[in-house]
């Protein structure tokens, strides 16, 4: 199982596949996992790097509140591939990776070729509400454990999409979520969840950022909506991609879809045909339901 020693910490990490590389940064409620899918289907033409963030085992699990933070996770990935000796990548990510993955393209620009950003944005319009609900969280998994907790997050009104689709990626999806360290997603409420800034902040950051930048979200995906079109009117070289009847686990739900429309993204990218998003007001939406 490879590890790297990373600030302190051994990240576990995979890499597939040869060719230009592509990494992908999970979500809270998933696990490096959560991407088999794409894995499976982009191994074939680039080198693709999944890890697991500190806090997920087998990655290890700092004990201190201190050691959990988005610039701390950034900083993480950035150093994973500097370990690699990787100097350029595409950088994706689904919600809490999402919010990596941007934050890599804004902090870390020259690293980055390309963004995928997949439900983004929770919270951000009721910081208050998101940084409440993150300590009543985590106090209720320090308190009772994850796997109470665990049942009603996956049962969500963001998730209820997967199971009806896909009920047996639903139950990979809930027991892999009964398998997180109980101190690792606490103090990842705590120490990203709740104090990462709002999208709806970062808008000098994102009109600095020149990235060639994917977004996509599912339109039951009710949290990251004003979201993921603030940083579609925001980022230049941005463009949005909604699935329809589609919750937060856009990759897991819609696997064929979601690899299709990044495919078409990295073959726009590379032949030099994505562009700045046209002047006015309109707003240009790809949906492929095929």
């Given at each position: 199982?490879?590890?790297?020693?990373?600030?302190?910490?051994?990240?576990?990490?995979?890499?597939?596949?040869?060719?230009?590389?592509?990494?992908?940064?999970?979500?809270?409620?998933?696990?490096?996992?959560?991407?088999?899918?794409?894995?499976?289907?982009?191994?074939?033409?680039?080198?693709?790097?999944?890890?697991s963030?500190?806090?997920?085992?087998?990655?290890?699990?700092?004990?201190?509140?201190?050691?959990?933070?988005?610039?701390?996770?950034?900083d993480?990935?950035?150093?994973l591939?500097?370990?690699?000796?990787i100097?350029?990548?595409?950088?994706?990510?689904?919600?809490?990776?999402?919010?990596?993955?941007?934050?890599?393209?804004?902090?870390?620009?020259?690293?980055?070729?390309?963004?995928?950003?997949?439900?983004?944005?929770?919270?951000?319009?009721?910081?208050?509400?998101?940084?409440?609900?993150?300590?009543?969280?985590?106090?209720?998994?320090?308190?009772?454990?994850?796997?109470e907790?665990?049942?009603?997050?996956?049962?969500?009104?963001?998730?209820?999409?997967?199971?009806?689709?896909?009920?047996?990626?639903?139950?990979?999806f809930?027991?892999?979520?009964?398998?997180?360290?109980?101190?690792?997603?606490?103090?990842?409420?705590?120490?990203?969840?709740?104090?990462?800034?709002?999208?709806?902040?970062?808008?000098?950051a994102?009109?600095?950022?020149?990235?060639?930048?994917?977004?996509?979200?599912?339109?039951?995906?009710?949290?990251?909506?004003?979201?993921?079109?603030?940083?579609?009117?925001?980022?230049?070289?941005?463009?949005?991609?909604?699935?329809?009847?589609?919750?937060?686990?856009?990759?897991?739900?819609?696997?064929?879809?979601?690899?299709?429309?990044?495919?078409?993204f990295?073959?726009?990218?590379?032949?030099?045909?994505?562009d700045?998003?046209?002047?006015?007001?309109?707003?240009?939406?790809?949906?492929?339901?095929?």
């Open positions: 199982m490879p590890t790297a020693l990373i600030n302190g910490i051994n990240i576990h990490y995979e890499v597939n596949g040869h060719g230009f590389p592509l990494v992908w940064s999970h979500e809270f409620g998933g696990n490096s996992e959560s991407w088999d899918a794409q894995v499976n289907f982009f191994s074939r033409h680039y080198q693709v790097i999944t890890y963030a500190r806090g997920y085992p087998p990655s290890d699990v700092p004990s201190e509140p201190e050691s959990y933070s988005q610039d701390q996770s950034v993480d990935l950035y150093q591939l500097q370990f690699l000796g100097s350029k990548a595409y950088i994706g990510g689904l919600s809490m990776g999402g919010g990596i993955a941007l934050n890599m393209g804004i902090t870390h620009p020259d690293i980055v070729r390309g963004l995928i950003l997949a439900g983004v944005g929770t919270g951000s319009t009721d910081p208050e509400r998101l940084s409440r609900e993150a300590t009543k969280f985590a106090l209720r998994i320090q308190r009772e454990g994850i796997e907790w665990g049942k009603e997050y996956a049962e969500g009104p963001t998730r209820i999409q997967l199971r009806r689709k896909d009920p047996k990626t639903w139950e990979s809930r027991s892999g979520l009964m398998s997180h360290s109980t101190v690792g997603s606490a103090l990842t409420l705590q120490g990203v969840q709740k104090k990462r800034p709002s999208i709806l902040t970062l808008e000098k994102l009109r600095n950022l020149h990235a060639p930048t994917l977004i996509i979200v599912g339109d039951e995906d009710d949290p990251c909506l004003e979201a993921s079109l603030f940083m579609k009117r925001n980022i230049p070289r941005s463009g949005l991609v909604m699935f329809p009847q589609s919750g937060h686990t856009v990759n897991l739900e819609e696997p064929g879809l979601f690899n299709k429309v990044v495919s078409d990295l073959t726009a990218v590379e032949g030099g045909r994505w700045e998003r046209c002047t006015g007001t309109g707003l240009g939406f790809m949906v492929n339901s095929k």
